[in-house]
Structures are given as C-alpha cells and as structure tokens.
C-alpha cells in the first residue's frame, strides 16, 4: 500500500508471528527499493527481524554495510534525548540514500528504554510533528500481550494517521 510521508502509523499484534506481518513487508519494500531503514529494536528482536528480512529474500549484510539498514541504540534516555537522537539518524540516513526514510520502534523497546508506558506516549505525542515535518515513515508496533487496554486506546488517540487506511492492515 502507498503511504503518505510523515505518516505516524500502529499496529497491533497478539503472538510472534504477528509482530512480523505488518513490520517484515514494510521494511523489506523499503529496502528493496532502496530506500534507508532504521529500527528501534532490542539484540533478541534485531534478530527475529533480520532472520525473518533474510528469508524473505533482502540481503540483510549488504545492507547494514552499505548503511541502507541501521539501529538507534536502546540505551536509557529521555523523551528529548530520544528525538534528538532518531533525528540525526534521519539525517545522516538521508545523507547517504535518498529519502524517504522508513523506520520501525517497537514499542516494548521503547519502555525500556525510556523507562515507563507514561514516557512511550509522551514520546508518541511529540513525535507526531517530528515526523510530519520530515521524509519518514513511522511504524510503531504494539505488543498487546503487554500492554494494557488504557495504553492500547492512547496509542489508538496517538496514530491518527493510521486511520486513512484500513486499519485491518494493522492488526496481527
């Protein structure tokens, strides 16, 4: 499906297999056109995705060396330090390839790293106009075995843009 740039979208998913339904297309189509990818992810789903990318065919290698594919770091940080951060990774992604930029934060990474759900939406919130003003698409996938129904609707209230589309794309 063709996204708008600076579309803050979600989706949701219940098992293993599910995180990679919505997540694993989105990337390899970005990167099989050439486009930068940029996860915020954990070492245990860095892998999940990688093994997943590779059988479906992306050369996963090739593009972590060539810089088509790379990861913010999921060290503890605030709100404004982890907007600081995905914007200069943004930046140099489109100092090296032409946009548009696709990037993938799962969002039980971005708990630990930011240290509570009440930060995770507060990151959500000011993201929103980050994005908007920048040749990226956001994909924030939510585990619902892991959140609670309170976080689940916020994150509903906080993705509007998922909402031009059919949203039972979004959910595995």
């Known amino acids: 499906m063709a996204v708008a740039l600076g579309s803050h979208l979600v989706s949701f998913y219940s098992s293993d297999a599910g995180r990679l339904r919505v997540a694993v297309p ?23 995705y990688l093994k997943a990318l590779s059988g479906e065919r992306v050369g996963v290698d ?3 060396s060539t810089g088509l594919l790379t990861f ?9 330090g982890w907007i600081a951060d995905f914007e200069r990774h943004v930046e140099a992604a489109l100092r090296d390839h032409p946009g548009p930029v696709r990037f993938l934060g799962e969002t039980v990474t971005a708990v630990s790293s930011l240290q509570s759900v009440k930060e995770l939406l507060t990151l959500e919130e000011e993201l929103a106009p980050v994005v908007r003003r920048l040749p990226v698409v956001m994909l924030c996938p939510y585990d619902v075995r892991t959140f609670d129904g309170f976080t689940i609707v916020e994150a509903l209230k906080l993705h509007f843009d998922t909402y031009s589309y059919q949203l039972a794309y979004f959910l595995s």
């Open 62 to 64: 090739a593009a972590m």
């Open 26 to 48: 989105f990337l390899r189509d970005g990167l099989m056109a050439g486009q930068a990818c940029l996860m915020f992810v954990t070492a245990h789903l860095r892998e999940l």
């Open 72 to 80: 913010m770091s999921t060290r503890q940080e605030s709100v404004a």
